[in-house]
């Protein structure tokens, strides 16, 4: 690869235009601490979880991991149980999960790494998922600290990689307190684990109490699946696919999970919201239809099996599968497949026909999520104009605007929210 020697700035100069752009973008998202609390029903679930755990009361309806609502009600007991500690916590998790992604591609040029980060950071379901009490940061940071784990024990020898596949494993066992996707790491792991036995770099002839303890944390890594699928919560997210596919035509399903995977990725490659954009949804799932088969090929075209690779494959089958969609579910992996695009790209980008579109391409992702964050931060700033701007009516549901809650819900969801807003967010609506 051939980027970093065509850069024509000096090293000096890219490096302050890095710097500057990572402070640039880092101070916007620390602005987002000012925003008042952002509810919708998945982070009222988790403030009412988080609530009850703080106060020491029983759980009721738990159909949610109790990692995020534990930390949450940690925040809360520490004096931080606001928007502004739940934001701000977001914005900590985020530097994480920069500092892992940097250092999990330290095998690429210095300028493409710079880029990846960038561009990580303009993703606008990135953007959108600091400033909401949600746990979408906090899984990134874990995940990506288990894949870097995974990382350095596969290339590892002797006792360190065995530290290092047992730190990931306690990670990934953190990453399922969060997410249930988190499931997606255990092949990544199960095949660190079995791949460091024949490692290049490693020894000849591992000694069997090596071998014997990388065995033991496979059985582990068995043993806490087979744990987590007769949980409760675990049977209602299988429930969910599973009535999905069960009724109704299959016909109708499938077709409704291609078109909206599609148009999911669509919204990835476009970095736009489709909902901000319904109308242009035929656009997204176009877009989708060109890239989908290029991330195929280019994770087929992969020239070593890797943890991040083997993660990336079975996070992208779970969400084939799953029967909704929502840019938050593809959050925890658009560091990964922004690395992916950056990668491919430089391959081509001194190439004299498609180096317009590429440069014309990166300017337009960087500027729809330059918007994006211009766009969050007017709300977050918006004081009493919050409630208009956020949309939902600030957070509760109303009957004359599509919202978290209709129907027969829409007053058992507003009561939760007032009580969540009295409690976390300072104000009562």
Not at 345 to 370: D, E, H, K, Q, S
Request: hydrophobic content about 55%.
């Amino acid at each position: 690869m051939h980027f970093a020697g065509r850069m024509t700035r000096s090293p000096s100069l890219n490096l302050w235009l890095f710097v500057l752009a990572l402070a640039t973008l880092s101070v916007l998202y620390l602005l987002q601490t000012a925003t008042p609390l952002r509810l919708d029903n998945d982070s009222a679930d988790y403030l009412r979880m988080a609530a009850a755990i703080a106060d020491g009361r029983s759980l009721r309806a738990v159909s949610l991991p109790l990692g995020y609502p534990v930390f949450l009600a940690l925040l809360d007991r520490a004096g931080l149980g606001s928007s502004f500690g739940f934001v701000l916590a977001n914005c900590f998790f985020l530097g994480i999960a920069v500092w892992a992604l940097w250092t999990i591609y330290d095998d690429c040029p210095v300028q493409l790494r710079r880029v990846i980060v960038l561009l990580t950071l303009l993703v606008t379901p990135v953007v959108r998922s600091v400033a909401a009490p949600l746990p979408e940061a906090a899984f990134l940071a874990t995940s990506l600290l288990a894949l870097l784990a995974m990382k350095i024990g596969v290339s590892a020898e002797g006792w360190s990689r065995l530290r290092w596949l047992a730190t990931a494993l306690v990670l990934v066992g953190v990453a399922m307190t969060l997410r249930l996707v988190a499931v997606a790491l255990v092949p990544a792991l199960l095949w660190s684990s079995l791949a460091t036995l024949h490692h290049p770099r490693a020894e000849p002839r591992p000694s069997r109490r090596l071998a014997a303890a990388t065995i033991v944390i496979v059985l582990l890594l068995a043993a806490s699946v087979v744990a987590l699928s007769r949980t409760a919560i675990f049977e209602t997210y299988v429930s969910q696919p599973r009535y999905w596919y069960a009724y109704g035509q299959l016909a109708s399903p499938v077709l409704r999970r291609i078109t909206g995977t599609l148009g999911s990725l669509g919204e990835l490659v476009l970095n736009l919201p489709l909902s901000r954009f319904h109308n242009l949804k035929p656009i997204f799932v176009a877009a989708g239809v060109i890239a989908g088969p290029g991330l195929l090929f280019a994770l087929r075209r992969s020239v070593h099996w890797t943890p991040v690779r083997v993660y990336l494959l079975s996070y992208v089958t779970i969400l084939v599968f799953w029967p909704y969609d929502s840019p938050r579910l593809w959050m925890p992996i658009t560091p990964l497949l922004v690395a992916l695009l950056v990668t491919i790209v430089a391959r081509y980008l001194w190439t004299p026909p498609i180096r317009p579109f590429i440069v014309a391409y990166a300017a337009w992702f960087a500027l729809a999520g330059l918007i994006a964050i211009a766009y969050t931060t007017r709300i977050s700033l918006s004081g009493e104009e919050f409630a208009r701007l956020y949309g939902r009516n600030g957070g509760m549901a109303s009957g004359n605007q599509e919202g978290p809650a209709t129907g027969q819900t829409m007053s058992p969801y507003n009561a939760l929210a007032d009580s969540i807003l009295r409690r976390y967010g300072g104000t009562r609506r």
